[in-house]
């Protein structure tokens, strides 16, 4: 049974793992400092593509999750993400036990789904394959993990494309405030594919130079993965989840419309639910994927919300990690709300004239912070916005 007067949400613990780092020290430090994590890509070939680069969890992940699990050296690039996420979050809130576990992803084990069907083309080791394709589902992550850590709750996937991270903390946060559920593990997880990768390389989606978003002159998008966990709890805490608004416009299936009315409603949404009103919000953390279309969109819906509220997109540094990107993100709030400054937006040059925004431009400002608006929008006209409150 719901309950009739809305219950707080806390935010207990946050666990992260991203081409920024591991843990939220490590994450918020390279925030601070404008640290980019694009690099060129090393998890396969990228010769006939015309983006070479990626923002790429490190090569510490493998040693990082099989010492926390030594069977996880088997595991996934995917699900030792969510493995390593998932550790230092249940780190940070001691007995925690969640009643359930709410992720948002997209491509899952999209790697292993490439393994299986090119051992199905080659003929070669199509036993070995056959095996992986238990783990191509983008839930057995998540339950591998759970395993580890003596857990069997329940597991709900979201995935509505680049929204998906957002939209589980949302989800989340709706089941703790409605008493549905007391205590909440919520979170986003997607790893680099090269199907994926390739995809938006064919959509010339992908920058072939630098990220670069809300410039005149970006380009594309820079591809990135990692995972992001929040311990989520019910009563009042210093951080905590107040507003959530989704919004779907259907005007094209990967194009946003122009007008930036999904973007706008969403958040409109996410205010009105944490009863804020525009003024009172002290940064947002852009979706910004450095395409022409997607910041020109997003543009005119802060233009429209919130006009003055410094802005940035974090993917500048991290690439888009699409389904996690809204779980990343928020963890990238709770660092900037934990230690008060303003995230930058790197390899920013020139404004553009068409989207006048209050850009944090190249480098960190240290800010008085109380909310934080992070969105994600996604292909379809998937659009989801969170706010994150320092009370």
Not at 168 to 175: D, E, F, T
Not at 188 to 195: F, M, P, S, V
Not at 231 to 258: F, K, M, N, V, W
Request: hydrophobic residues 40%.
């Amino acid at each position: 049974m719901s309950s009739s007067v809305p219950i707080p949400v806390s935010i207990a613990s946050v666990g992260c793992v991203s081409p920024l780092g591991f843990g939220m020290p490590e994450t918020s430090s390279s925030l601070l400092a404008g640290t980019s994590g694009i690099t060129p890509v090393r998890l396969f070939s990228v010769d006939g593509c015309q983006c070479r680069t990626a923002g790429q969890v490190d090569e510490r992940l493998a040693d990082a999750a099989s010492a926390i699990a030594p069977r996880s050296r088997r595991w996934s690039r995917a699900a030792q993400m969510v493995l390593v996420a998932m550790e230092d979050a249940l780190k940070g809130c001691p007995g925690f036990r969640p009643d359930v576990v709410v992720i948002g992803t997209t491509s899952g084990g999209m790697s292993l789904g490439e393994e299986f069907f090119r051992a199905l083309a080659s003929g070669k080791n199509v036993a070995h394959a056959t095996r992986k394709v238990r783990n191509y589902v983008p839930h057995q992550p998540i339950i591998q993990s759970l395993e580890v850590f003596g857990s069997d709750a329940p597991v709900r996937i979201i995935s509505n494309a680049c929204a998906s991270g957002s939209n589980a903390l949302g989800i989340a946060r709706q089941l703790i405030r409605d008493g549905m559920a007391t205590s909440v593990l919520a979170g986003g997880y997607d790893a680099i594919a090269e199907l994926v990768f390739a995809g938006f390389d064919c959509l010339k989606a992908s920058t072939p130079e630098i990220c670069r978003p809300f410039d005149a002159r970006r380009s594309g998008l820079a591809l990135g993965e990692g995972a992001a966990m929040f311990c989520l709890r019910s009563g009042a805490g210093e951080l905590q989840i107040t507003g959530y608004g989704s919004a779907i416009d259907t005007h094209h299936l990967t194009q946003p419309h122009p007008s930036g009315r999904g973007p706008e409603q969403a958040m409109v949404a996410a205010l009105q639910d944490a009863q804020l009103p525009p003024g009172s919000i002290d940064y947002i953390n852009a979706h910004g994927t450095g395409t022409p279309l997607n910041d020109s969109s997003e543009g005119r819906a802060i233009q429209n919300v919130c006009p003055s509220a410094p802005t940035s997109s974090t993917k500048s540094m991290t690439g888009h990690s699409l389904g996690a990107a809204g779980a990343i993100e928020a963890a990238f709030s709770v660092a900037a709300l934990r230690s008060q400054f303003l995230p930058p937006n790197i390899n920013f040059r020139e404004g553009d004239p068409d989207i006048a925004l209050n850009i944090v431009a190249n480098t960190s400002r240290a800010a008085r912070l109380r909310n934080v608006l992070s969105n994600s929008f996604g292909f379809g006209g998937s659009n989801a916005s969170i706010i994150l409150s320092l009370t």
